[in-house]
């Protein structure tokens, strides 16, 4: 049985001194859940008054031959977590280190470490067999030996649990956030008053984009008026001959919003996800969703969102036909699910910190 993070009777702020938490940094530039997942509770962390958090994170050199860079800045992440985070954490005095995805093997302060699913177990949707390589040994090593691993949903966990053969009682859910409905939103002149349906991703084999695309061809046979407007990067190729297929690369979160709040539905049909965080974006603007059958988007939507298998867009297409033609009752289904009030990621660094203080608890051998 695998535990959602909890405040226990050890936890009481005021009997604890002020935490110094070592915080990895590396994935905030990405442009994705990961990234926003690093960014925001990064953030709220160190607004925290009983937290005192230094951030860190792993050189990489993008000056390098495609052929070289990931040897190079797999070399140069394994050198900064198993032997430069050791070594900082005692020049820092820290009383606990929170990494991404890699923990150290060996640590002189307890670790904490996030991994938000096991993508890299299975290869047919991982961009990379070297990185994905790294991940699984060393990786598993250092989450075998962390004092907790935290995740971002229970389907998350349960693979977690199976592919790095962590103990279920080390694993704490703390389900992704969204503050994005306290942002103004900024409207996107090239889209204007075009009826669109929205895919927030790239065109990564598990994002699976190209069912999205061949939904929508299924579905302008019969209502030639709907487009696609695609968040991510993708080849070029795929826009070739379909003018109803927009990219939007790079978008700001106001721009971001007024696609939630403007779209006729989302459409997810990942083969494969940790989370699926526009999903729970897209609710919080009552924003229709169709999305693919997998365990994580199941428990993310729940009964607010449509579900087809991930590799069936004819499915895709006929949910999407449906909610054209009734769109209010659409919404009405997605608004059922989320306050968005509950959601921020203010709840879900508090419900961090319990980790922290559960760890240091154990470690202090302080009396429950």
Same mark, same amino acid.
């Given at each position: 049985?695998?535990?959602?993070?909890?405040?226990?009777?050890?936890?009481?702020?005021?009997?604890?001194?002020?935490?110094?938490?070592?915080?990895?940094?590396?994935?905030?530039?990405?442009?994705?859940?990961?990234?926003?997942?690093?960014?925001?509770?990064?953030?709220?962390?160190?607004?925290?008054?009983?937290?005192?958090?230094?951030?860190?994170?792993?050189?990489?050199?993008?000056?390098?031959?495609?052929?070289?860079?990931?040897?190079?800045?797999?070399?140069?992440?394994?050198?900064?977590?198993?032997?430069?985070?050791?070594?900082?954490?005692?020049?820092?005095?820290?009383?606990?280190?929170?990494?991404?995805?890699?923990?150290?093997?060996?640590?002189?302060?307890?670790?904490?470490?996030?991994?938000?699913?096991?993508?890299?177990?299975?290869?047919?949707?991982?961009?990379?067999?070297?990185?994905?390589?790294?991940?699984?040994?060393?990786?598993?090593?250092?989450?075998?030996?962390?004092?907790?691993?935290?995740?971002?949903?229970?389907?998350?966990?349960?693979?977690?649990?199976?592919?790095?053969?962590?103990?279920?009682?080390?694993?704490?859910?703390?389900?992704?956030?969204?503050?994005?409905?306290?942002?103004?939103?900024?409207?996107?002149?090239?889209?204007?008053?075009?009826?669109?349906?929205?895919?927030?991703?790239?065109?990564? %084999?598990?994002?699976?984009? &190209?069912?999205?695309? +061949?939904? @929508? $061809?299924?579905?302008?046979?019969? #209502?030639?008026? !709907?487009?696609?407007?695609?968040?991510?990067?993708?080849?070029?190729?795929?826009?070739?001959?379909?003018?109803?297929?927009?990219?939007?690369?790079?978008?700001?979160?106001?721009?971001?919003?007024?696609?939630?709040?403007?779209?006729?539905?989302?459409?997810?049909?990942?083969?494969?996800?940790?989370?699926?965080?526009?999903?729970?974006?897209?609710?919080?603007?009552? %924003?229709?969703?169709?999305? &693919?059958?997998?365990? +994580?988007? @199941? $428990?993310?939507?729940?009964?607010? #969102?449509?579900? !087809?298998?991930?590799?069936?867009?004819?499915?895709?297409?006929?949910?999407?036909?449906?909610?054209?033609?009734?769109?209010?009752?659409?919404?009405?289904?997605?608004?059922?699910?989320?306050?968005?009030?509950?959601?921020?990621?203010?709840?879900?660094?508090?419900?961090?910190?319990?980790?922290?203080?559960?760890?240091?608890?154990?470690?202090?051998?302080?009396?429950?």
């Amino acid at each position: 049985m695998v535990h959602t993070c909890v405040m226990d009777n050890c936890q009481t702020r005021p009997t604890l001194p002020r935490i110094r938490v070592l915080f990895d940094t590396t994935y905030a530039h990405r442009q994705d859940g990961t990234g926003r997942y690093t960014r925001e509770m990064l953030r709220c962390l160190q607004k925290d008054r009983d937290l005192h958090v230094l951030a860190t994170r792993a050189p990489r050199i993008e000056r390098l031959h495609r052929s070289a860079r990931a040897p190079v800045n797999g070399a140069a992440h394994f050198l900064w977590s198993q032997i430069w985070l050791p070594v900082l954490s005692r020049l820092r005095n820290v009383h606990i280190v929170h990494t991404m995805m890699i923990a150290p093997r060996f640590s002189p302060v307890p670790t904490v470490v996030t991994i938000h699913d096991a993508l890299d177990f299975h290869p047919r949707y991982s961009p990379s067999r070297l990185w994905s390589t790294y991940v699984r040994t060393i990786g598993g090593l250092g989450a075998r030996h962390a004092d907790a691993v935290v995740t971002v949903s229970n389907a998350a966990a349960w693979d977690i649990s199976q592919h790095f053969r962590v103990p279920a009682d080390v694993i704490r859910v703390i389900s992704n956030a969204s503050n994005l409905h306290e942002t103004q939103p900024i409207a996107i002149p090239s889209i204007g008053d075009r009826r669109f349906f929205l895919f927030v991703g790239d065109d990564s %084999t598990r994002k699976n984009l &190209s069912v999205a695309i +061949a939904a @929508l $061809e299924r579905l302008r046979l019969n #209502a030639s008026g !709907v487009e696609l407007v695609v968040t991510g990067s993708i080849a070029s190729d795929l826009a070739d001959g379909r003018p109803w297929l927009h990219t939007l690369g790079g978008i700001s979160d106001p721009e971001l919003v007024w696609l939630y709040q403007n779209a006729v539905a989302l459409i997810l049909p990942s083969h494969y996800e940790g989370f699926g965080l526009p999903l729970l974006e897209a609710l919080t603007f009552h %924003t229709p969703i169709v999305a &693919s059958s997998i365990p +994580a988007l @199941l $428990e993310v939507g729940g009964k607010a #969102a449509r579900y !087809v298998a991930a590799d069936d867009p004819a499915s895709f297409a006929k949910e999407l036909q449906v909610i054209l033609g009734d769109p209010h009752s659409a919404r009405a289904q997605a608004s059922a699910a989320v306050d968005p009030h509950d959601t921020t990621w203010e709840r879900a660094s508090d419900e961090l910190v319990g980790v922290y203080l559960a760890v240091l608890c154990a470690h202090w051998g302080v009396a429950r």
